[in-house]
T-cell receptor, first 110, second 113 residues
Framework: NAGVTQTPKFQVLKTGQSMTLQCAQD?????MSWYRQDPGMGLRLIHY???????DQGEVPNGYNVSRSTTEDFPLRLLSAAPSQTSVYFC?????????FGPGTRLTVT | DQQVKQNSPSLSVQEGRISILNCDYT??????FLWYKKYPAEGPTFLIS?????DKNEDGRFTVFLNKSAKHLSLHIVPSQPGDSAVYFC????????????FGKGTLLTVNP
């Protein structure tokens, strides 16, 4: 079991560029979510999904899109990167209360 | 408005002593609480949880206490070890089947040898 995997580990973007952060899990979990972690801000929920084909917004969804075509994958798309999106991004999955987190993607937008 | 508050950004304790991390919440609909531990450059990992119908849950060196009337929970680590040095996040769930969690800002625990 690889658990929750995220790629890439690091990424530098220029303002206005787009990119997709990949997240995959091999635990057959229905629930998946994306968080961002900023200094002094804790973990804030961006988007989540309760199953394939179903997504919803979290606390800070602006500037991000998600889709869930399979149980395993839950990519996060930045449509037009902004410096305010510089952060560490974590993907998580769960079948219950305990969420399993990936190792994170550190994104810098210049 | 912050619904889950960890008012101590950092805590330093001596090895072997007790570490007490605190968490307050404002939403009375929260029905399940969790603690996560995070090392630098890694994702958070689940530590211990407690349902709102209980007031205590214990797992080895870790005990979580819940005081619903005060909307307060605490994590006790006894005895503290240097490997416990990490950021600890308190998280809460507000009901429903979507497993959405609201996290606090975290407390950095440093256990000194």
């Amino acid at each position: 079991n690889a658990g929750v995997t995220q790629t890439p580990k690091f990424q530098v973007l220029k303002t206005g560029q787009s990119m997709t952060l990949q997240c995959a899990q091999d635990m057959n979990h229905e629930y998946m979510s994306w968080y961002r972690q900023d200094p002094g801000m804790g973990l804030r929920l961006i988007h989540y999904s309760v199953g394939a084909g179903i997504t919803d917004q979290g606390e800070v969804p602006n500037g991000y899109n998600v889709s869930r075509s399979t149980t395993e994958d839950f990519p996060l798309r930045l449509l037009s990167a902004a410096p305010s999106q510089t952060s560490v991004y974590f993907c998580a999955s769960s079948y219950g209360w305990e969420q399993y987190f990936g190792p994170g993607t550190r994104l810098t937008v210049t | 408005d912050q619904q889950v508050k960890q008012n101590s950004p950092s805590l330093s304790v001596q090895e072997g002593r007790i570490s007490i991390l605190n968490c307050d919440y404002t939403n009375s609909m929260f029905d399940y609480f969790l603690w996560y531990k995070k090392y630098p450059a890694e994702g958070p990992t689940f530590l211990i949880s407690i349902s709102s119908i209980k007031d205590k849950n214990e797992d080895g060196r870790f005990t979580v206490f819940l005081n619903k009337s005060a909307k307060h929970l605490s994590l006790h680590i006894v005895p503290s070890q240097p490997g416990d040095s990490a950021v600890y996040f308190c998280a809460a769930h507000s009901g429903g089947s979507n497993y959405k969690l609201t996290f606090g800002k975290g407390t950095l625990l440093t256990v000194n040898p």
